[in-house]
């Protein structure tokens, strides 16, 4: 999933998002049919997701970070941004 998502994030062209985010679904596809998670479970988690989060809708990106000490709350523990 890692190595999928990371694709993902270096495309630059329309085509080639399609692909590389084909490639993701595959894996998370896969992963829910192991798990039993159902499409309806997906969307419930998604509209509390969105509750607590928002959408993205601003748009901001970072590109580099001299702050190699930040962990967010989604970083696993241990490992560094």
């Given at each position: 999933m890692i190595e999928e998502a990371g694709a993902l994030s270096q495309v630059r062209s329309r085509a080639d998002f399609?692909?590389?985010?084909?490639?993701?679904?595959?894996?998370?596809?896969?992963?829910t049919a192991l798990l039993e998670v159902s499409e309806?479970?997906?969307q419930?988690?998604?509209k509390e997701n969105v509750m607590r989060k928002g959408l993205y809708k601003q748009r901001h990106y970072m590109h580099w970070s001299e702050d190699t000490d930040y962990?967010?709350?989604?970083?696993?523990q241990g490992i560094k941004n």
């Open positions: 399609l692909d590389e985010y084909a490639d993701l679904m595959v894996v998370l596809d896969a992963l309806a479970d997906i419930i988690a998604l962990t967010s709350n989604e970083t696993p």
